[in-house]
Every structure is written in C-alpha cells, then in structure tokens.
C-alpha cells in the first residue's frame, strides 16, 4: 500500500473501526457505490454495525459522566433520619426509594435495587421513604403497615410480602402478614393505629412533594435523581460514583440484558 495514497475502502474501514461514526457518515456519503458494494458482504455489514452500536454506547457514557457530573454540584438534600434501610450505613452509596405499595412498576424497581445491592454489598446501602398516590385506596395503610413490621425488625420481609399481594391490600391482610412473619400480632394491630407512624408517611409525602415528585418509583442515588426505570442505569450511575471516589474505573461485569424501558405507573 502506497503511505502516501489512502483508498476510499480504506479511509471507510480505518473511521469505522476506530469507531468515528462522523467520518464514516461522511464517507458513506462521498463512496455510495463502494459502501453498497461493500455491505453486500453480511460479516461487513455486521462489523460496521458492532463499530457503530460501540461508538453510540461510548457517547452514551460520555453523556452519562456529564449528566453526574452536573448533578453532583446540584445534587438534592435528603431527610433520611428514622428511614428503614437496608445495607451497610457506612456504604458510599445511598440509594433513596420513594415507593407505593399499591404500584406495580415499584415492585420491579425494588427487584432491580435488591440486585443493585447484592452486586454492591459493602458500597451500596438502600433507604425507603414512603410515596402513597392519592388515588390508591390503600396506600397510606400499607406504608403503615411496613413502618409497624419495621418496628419489629421485619420492615423487609413486610415490604415483599405487600407486593406480593397488592391486589388484597386491607386490614385483614396485614394483620395475616404479620401472623406469616412471626410478628407479635397484638403489638403490630397496636402499631398500625399509632399515629406517630401515621406522621412519618405524611412526612415523607410531604418532602416528596417539595422536590417536585409526581409519581412512584423514584430514586434518588446519593442525591442524584435518576429518572431511568432500568437496572442497567442505577447501575452505571453508581459505578461512576465509585470511579470519582475511589479515583479509578471499576472493572465493568458482563451487564444483563435491559428489559423494555418502564415508567412510573403512579
């Protein structure tokens, strides 16, 4: 090959796999029949989408890294006094779930953080605020219900077993998942008409209002709020975190699939 002369197959190949997606658009334009030709070829044209699909995931992080980065010199302050939680409370990371047990998308979004912090389970600490919507009947009471289980050291299993069965929420299911949890019945029906409970709900719907939430699931990750319903965003999100923190990359496991994109339902 002459180094002083690039042929158009050339400058096509070397701006593909290099992934400079402007380059290569710019040389589809200038060589069509050459490009035609040259994606009659299925390992070809395969090729040049992987390039492509690696150059579009690379802007996408680069996105993601200023989006943090804005955010972190904005990032919203929390009341997480008294919350239950779960994970370590010396963890960097501190995830904020605003949720309604009467929404379907929380129970996914719940599922994703419990695989967030399993990933994570020294880093990575999850904190629940109540959320109820106003046209759910029984939204109040079941928040209530997980604050009175969470008196008796089973806020978790309480929160599980409500989205279990959220299409029975009432009085009579929580006082049959207190009897399934091995709770103290006559304490937890005693629980769930304390009115100081009752405040704690309305307090965090009122902080959850202030910030300008309209709907449930909402996260917020060490202030950050992250308005993706996807794994794979809570967990880039907190693998940058970690990369500021620790001042290197964390090494990147093979991520899962995403699943089709959700939205609050609430």
């Given at each position: 090959?002459?180094?002083?002369?690039?042929?158009?197959?050339?400058?096509?190949?070397?701006?593909?796999?290099?992934?400079?997606?402007?380059?290569?658009?710019?040389?589809?334009?200038?060589?069509?029949?050459?490009?035609?030709?040259?994606?009659?070829?299925?390992?070809?044209?395969?090729?040049?989408?992987?390039?492509?699909?690696?150059?579009?995931?690379?802007?996408?992080?680069?996105?993601?890294?200023?989006?943090?980065?804005?955010?972190?010199?904005?990032?919203?302050?929390?009341?997480?006094?008294?919350?239950?939680?779960?994970?370590?409370?010396?963890?960097?990371?501190?995830?904020?779930?605003?949720?309604?047990?009467?929404?379907?998308?929380?129970?996914?979004?719940?599922?994703?953080?419990?695989?967030?912090?399993?990933?994570?389970?020294?880093?990575v600490r999850i904190v629940f605020k109540a959320f109820p919507v106003s046209y759910h009947p029984h939204a109040v009471d079941s928040a209530v219900a997980a604050l009175a289980a969470e008196r008796q050291g089973a806020f978790l299993a309480m929160k599980d077993y409500l989205?279990?069965?959220?299409?029975?929420?009432?009085?009579?299911?929580?006082?049959?998942?207190?009897?399934?949890?091995?709770?103290?019945?006559?304490?937890?029906?005693?629980?769930?008409?304390?009115?100081?409970?009752?405040?704690?709900?309305?307090?965090?719907?009122?902080?959850?209002?202030?910030?300008?939430?309209?709907?449930?699931?909402?996260?917020?990750?060490?202030?950050?709020?992250?308005?993706?319903?996807?794994?794979?965003?809570?967990?880039?999100?907190?693998q940058i975190l970690l990369e500021r923190r620790e001042g290197e990359p964390v090494s990147p496991d093979l991520r899962p699939q995403p699943s089709e994109s959700e939205t609050p339902c609430c």
């Amino acid at each position: 090959m002459n180094p002083g002369k690039v042929s158009a197959r050339e400058s096509l190949l070397a701006c593909v796999f290099t992934s400079t997606v402007t380059t290569a658009v710019l040389s589809i334009l200038f060589f069509p029949p050459f490009f035609q030709a040259y994606l009659e070829n299925d390992r070809h044209a395969s090729q040049i989408q992987n390039a492509l699909d690696r150059s579009m995931a690379a802007a996408q992080k680069r996105s993601e890294r200023r989006d943090v980065d804005y955010q972190l010199a904005h990032r919203t302050p929390l009341n997480l006094e008294g919350c239950p939680s779960t994970g370590m409370r010396s963890a960097p990371i501190t995830v904020t779930y605003f949720l309604d047990y009467e929404c379907r998308n929380c129970v996914k979004t719940s599922e994703q953080l419990t695989k967030l912090c399993a990933r994570w389970p020294d880093k990575v600490r999850i904190v629940f605020k109540a959320f109820p919507v106003s046209y759910h009947p029984h939204a109040v009471d079941s928040a209530v219900a997980a604050l009175a289980a969470e008196r008796q050291g089973a806020f978790l299993a309480m929160k599980d077993y409500l989205f279990q069965h959220q299409e029975e929420l009432d009085f009579k299911l929580y006082l049959q998942a207190a009897k399934h949890l091995k709770l103290d019945e006559e304490t937890f029906k005693k629980d769930l008409k304390d009115p100081i409970l009752l405040a704690r709900v309305r307090q965090d719907k009122e902080e959850a209002t202030r910030l300008g939430i309209t709907g449930a699931p909402t996260v917020y990750i060490n202030g950050i709020l992250v308005s993706a319903y996807r794994y794979i965003h809570y967990q880039d999100v907190v693998q940058i975190l970690l990369e500021r923190r620790e001042g290197e990359p964390v090494s990147p496991d093979l991520r899962p699939q995403p699943s089709e994109s959700e939205t609050p339902c609430c």
